[in-house]
């Protein structure tokens, strides 16, 4: 049996690295007493996998972890008992991490890092007025190629990043700066938020960084990795935005 589980991560706790959480997770499971599988092997770790790793100091009210119950445990939990564990996990978790969904899916569904193809964010540039920010993303958006070099195993590669910008827009200002939503691709490989920034303008420097939500593609439709109420079992919802 596998369960997907929807949770933030808001606040003091968006210091905390990608493995950190991980192992809070691991504690938290135990807490709970939830039957999760564990690998063969010398070193049995449980069976927990986890969306696109989230960049320390980033918020996120959108991320994604998949965990592997035990078919042989007395205590696994029914369909019905999902309802309950939402609060059950997130009373176990820090503040800051935040259980808001959990829904059981298959077992041989793709993984959510190969799935996702992209993701939703609300960033803050600070020091920055609005209308400068319009006009730089305006520049950015009607440029065919946005070339980037980055070091991929030792050597200098040379990407294209222009497909990665699927939206952009300025949401207002911030008291610090100014506030953007940008949509951008994961796959093959992303766009750093950085990045983003450094190509708006030179020197810009990020405030906060919110990720808002994580898109897959089913029957090439735009749909959410879980969405619905606590506990719900169906399939991930379409969305009826625009692609």
């Given amino acids: 049996m596998r369960i997907r589980v929807r949770f933030t991560k808001t606040g003091k706790i968006r210091w905390t690295s990608h493995r950190d959480v991980a192992r809070i997770w691991e504690r938290t499971i135990r807490r709970v007493r939830l039957p999760i599988a564990y690998s063969q092997g010398f070193s049995p770790h449980p069976k927990m996998h986890f969306g696109l790793a989230l960049s320390t100091g980033h918020e996120s009210v959108a991320e994604f972890l998949d965990l592997d119950l035990d078919e042989a445990s007395e205590v696994l939990p029914k369909s019905a008992d999902l309802v309950a564990l939402v609060p059950q996990l997130t009373s176990a978790l820090p503040v800051g991490l935040e259980v808001t ?54 050597k200098d590669v040379t990407d ?60 090439g439709a735009r749909c959410e990795p879980l969405a619905g109420p606590p506990g719900a079992t169906s399939a991930p919802h379409a969305s009826a935005r625009a692609s």
């Fill in 101 to 154: 969904a959990i829904s059981v899916i298959e077992s041989n569904a793709t993984s959510l890092q190969q799935a996702v193809e992209s993701c939703e964010w609300r960033i803050e540039i600070r020091g920055v007025q609005p209308a400068e920010v319009a006009e730089a993303i305006a520049g950015l958006l009607a440029v065919p190629e946005l070339m980037v070099t980055r070091q991929r195993k030792g």
């Fill in 160 to 219: 294209d990043v222009r497909p990665y910008l699927l939206e952009l827009a300025v949401v207002g200002f911030t008291g610090d700066g100014t506030e953007i939503d940008a949509h951008l691709a994961t796959q093959p490989r992303g766009l750093r938020i950085s990045e983003l920034i450094a190509m708006l303008g030179a020197g810009w420097e990020e405030g906060r960084v919110r990720r808002l939500n994580q898109w897959m593609l089913l029957d």
